[in-house]
């Protein structure tokens, strides 16, 4: 089946830096991905949609400015969390349309903490 | 504002019992019905989907019940075990193009005591 790589699976920063996280299609062409977050114990919240050669689209309230995503290939994309600080700290998700009629692959999640 | 609805929030069923999750839509251009199952630490995997045109899906111990004119869907664990202790999410989407987001419930926590 579909299978979506995300990693790296977890990363400590100090608070200031910037963490790069990436997610690859390894056996389908993904035009589109989407970056979720999640809090602890709360649901997905969708971040932004990136769409391979476009800008992504973000959601409101989400500043695009610090997280940059770049869908540079049908294979990869990218989500960048700049200028990390504590309240960045979550569990960041990508996802994928798959191969059949609406189904939908996930990474594996990232945590990312920031200190 | 909320467009899917999920309850309960968290649930405790003993083991080889029956684990019942509620969603309650409101946008009826929701045309696929998936339910997601997470461990911690890991992204969400598909345990089952449906589309508005069959009122019940079954798949080995879990089935979906839908039910259009209500705007609600359920999910039913049958002979519930420890290792499906986990958060479940129902979500929705709409159309027919792949690029389509879900919208997620807000999950339901399902510890399975032995």
């Known amino acids: 089946g579909a299978v979506v790589s995300q990693h790296p699976s977890w990363v400590i920063c100090k608070s200031g830096t910037s963490v790069k996280i990436e997610c690859r299609s390894l056996d389908f062409q993904a ?7 999640q809090f602890p114990k709360q649901s997905l919240m969708l971040m932004a949609t990136s769409n391979e050669g476009s800008k992504a689209t973000y959601e409101q309230g989400v500043e695009k400015d610090k997280f940059l995503i770049n869908h540079a290939s049908l294979t990869l994309s990218t989500l960048t969390v700049t200028s ?3 309240e960045d700290s979550s569990f960041y998700i990508c996802s994928a349309p798959g191969t059949h009629f609406h189904g939908y692959t996930f990474g594996s999640g990232t945590r990312l903490t920031v200190v | 504002q909320q467009q899917v609805k999920q309850s309960p929030q968290s649930l405790i069923v003993q083991k080889g019992g029956i684990s019942i999750i509620n969603c309650a839509y409101e946008n009826t ?28 899906k079954k798949e080995g111990r879990f089935t979906i019940s839908f039910n259009k004119s209500a705007k609600q869907f359920s999910l039913h664990i049958m002979d ?13 989407s709409k159309g027919g193009a792949a690029g389509n987001k879900l919208t997620f419930g807000g999950g339901t926590r399902v510890l399975v005591k032995p």
Do not use: N
């Open chain 1, 84 to 86: 990390a600080h504590p």
């Open chain 2, 80 to 92: 519930s075990q420890p290792g499906d202790s986990a958060t479940y999410f129902c979500a929705a």
């Open chain 2, 29 to 56: 251009a929701f045309d696929y019905f998936p339910w997601y199952q997470q461990f911690p630490g890991k992204g969400p995997a598909l345990l089952i989907a449906i589309r508005p045109d069959v009122s019940e």
């Open chain 1, 31 to 37: 035009t589109t991905m989407f970056w979720y977050r």
